[in-house]
């Protein structure tokens, strides 16, 4: 269960500012749209104390995706907000409107701009790999199960030799 409180509307109109930001990117579709989604929320916790949406996103085989996407997409494209096109077998959003600003401190803008400029022009396949590899909490999960945010901030590093011995000596002396 997540701390979070999920907010719809902002969740819909991130989903408007990435379209918008991303309008020019040939490669930008799903893969993409679901990774700066998930980043911008999970990087928001770490540098911002909180995510910016507060959405759920579950293991899917691209790395995780946003519980709420398709439903949220269906109903702004109902309500002319975004064009959502297959294209080459990709499903690309379209935004026909521009997000509302006020939606987002400016610190959340930065952010999910940064996200996007990390994201894209690049294809979905190195996309789904890199979100493989970065994601801590994709990896721990089994599909379709939640991909807990906080987990971003686990570190996958390496632990040293160094680390070991010390925690080699530590267990030695007092029979952790």
């Known amino acids: 269960m997540s701390e979070w409180t999920y907010d719809p509307r902002k969740f819909r109109e991130l989903i408007l500012f990435i379209a918008e930001k991303s309008a020019d990117d040939g490669y930008f579709a799903d893969t993409h749209m679901n990774k700066v989604l998930y980043w911008s929320d999970a990087l928001a916790i770490q540098y911002l104390g909180k995510p910016i949406t507060g959405a ?23 309500a002319g907000e975004v064009e959502v096109k297959k294209v080459h077998k990709k499903t690309v959003t379209r935004a026909k409107r521009n997000a509302d600003p006020n939606m987002f401190t400016a610190d959340e803008r930065k952010l999910v701009e940064e996200v996007i400029a990390r994201v894209g022009g690049r294809p ?32 996958t590093t390496p632990v040293t030799a160094a680390t070991r011995r010390r925690l080699g000596s530590a267990v030695a002396k007092y029979g952790l």
Do not use: C, F, N
């Not at 759920?56 to 109902?78: D, F, N, S």
């Open 124 to 155: 979905a396949a190195a996309v789904s790999d890199e979100a493989h590899r970065l994601i801590p909490g994709w990896k721990m999960m089994e599909p379709k199960e939640t991909v807990p945010l906080g987990a971003q901030m686990i570190d």
């Open 56 to 78: 759920r996103y579950q293991k899917l085989e691209g790395g995780p995706g946003a519980v709420a996407l398709v439903p949220a997409r269906r109903a702004m494209a109902e």
